[in-house]
């Protein structure tokens, strides 16, 4: 028995001293040399107490590690997000919006015209949209790694041609790449991205060489208009109080499930919602895609990534890309 707990008391410190050393590398305030030499103490520490443990000094290294990881966890709680940091440009700006009635003016549109990944002209813009035109919702997924993976947008459409995309992304700082991992340690803020298709798909498919897909949403034309006035809510929220972003819990997918769950009531949860590339199997599972097709057929019509290299910076990219979906008709709402 006294094996056992020891065995199972010097898995629980190694487990938490585990997640205090990826703490620590991905939040101290140090550069990598200074921050190795951390992790390097914190392990030693941590070797040290285990021996304690075994042999026989349970009660001191058991207290230690508590307060020493009490300590920890006071840090962590400290470390809040931000709005003021060096941004990197395609994120530098949060959007906003103004409701008035029907009127809807968003400031901070990216409207950027991308040649590559690191040579673009930004552009941000005011623009003023319609309530009473929002008549269409789809959903688009990126493929970059493996069919698992895909990063999610939610495109508005308006009977005046207009379409607006939004994009539950980290904020990157200036220099900064997307890590899995740091995800977990409070490594990015949150925003959300409101953007003209021809920057936000454009620059997937025509510049970083992802693979595209766009599925019309099933919904009523005013729970669209709810989830719309939702990102609005939750773009101002941002600009006043900032948020983590996190790898599983506030990510592209689970932000916006959490929103459509509000106005339309509860929904199943599924591991679509975490691997994001099988939302699209799990939406058309709840009735939320046009189902006279199957989800394969969809697939096939709604791969967009040909059309958006094929249009390019055309004025009508967003028509171009559409061309050969089928129109959704009159259908049931989502299933509950």
Not at 44 to 62: D, E, M, Y
């Amino acid at each position: 028995m006294r094996t056992t707990l020891l065995i199972l008391a010097s898995c629980l410190i190694a487990l938490l001293a585990a997640w205090v050393a990826a703490a620590l590398w991905f939040q101290a305030p140090a550069g990598a040399l200074a921050r190795g030499a951390l992790l390097g103490l914190w392990a030693l520490f941590t070797v040290a107490l285990v021996a304690a443990l075994w042999r026989g000094h349970a009660a001191p290294a058991l207290a230690g590690f508590a307060l020493a990881f009490g300590v920890a966890l006071l840090w962590w709680h400290a470390l809040t997000p931000s709005n003021q940091r060096p941004w990197a440009d395609d994120v530098a700006r949060a959007a906003t919006g103004d409701v008035k009635g029907s009127s809807v003016t968003l400031n901070g549109v990216r409207n950027f015209e991308w040649r590559t990944n690191d040579d673009y002209t930004p552009r941000w813009e005011s623009r003023s949209y319609d309530l009473d035109k929002l008549q269409s919702l789809d959903l688009i997924t990126s493929y970059w790694s493996g069919p698992a993976i895909a990063h999610v947008l939610i495109s508005f459409g308006f009977s005046d041609g207009q379409q607006l995309a939004f994009s539950v992304e980290i904020r990157r700082k200036r220099g900064e790449k997307f890590n899995e991992i740091g995800g977990f340690f409070k490594e990015f803020e949150l925003s959300i991205i409101a953007a003209d298709e021809r920057d936000i798909i454009r620059v997937r498919t025509n510049v970083r060489g992802e693979d595209d897909y766009l599925y019309r949403v099933r919904l009523p034309r005013q729970e669209i208009r709810e989830l719309f006035l939702a990102y609005v809510r939750q773009m101002n929220e941002l600009a006043r109080t900032p948020r983590f972003y996190n790898t599983i819990t506030v990510n592209c997918t689970t932000l916006v499930y959490h929103m459509v769950e509000r106005i339309v009531g509860r929904l199943p949860y599924s591991y679509g919602l975490v691997l994001s590339g099988y939302l699209p199997r799990y939406v058309y599972s709840i009735g939320g895609l046009d189902t006279r097709y199957t989800l394969q057929e969809l697939r096939a019509f709604g791969r967009i990534t040909e059309r958006a290299r094929q249009a390019d910076r055309s004025e009508d990219f967003s028509r171009e890309i559409r061309a050969g979906i089928p129109p959704l008709q009159d259908s049931p709402p989502v299933t509950r």
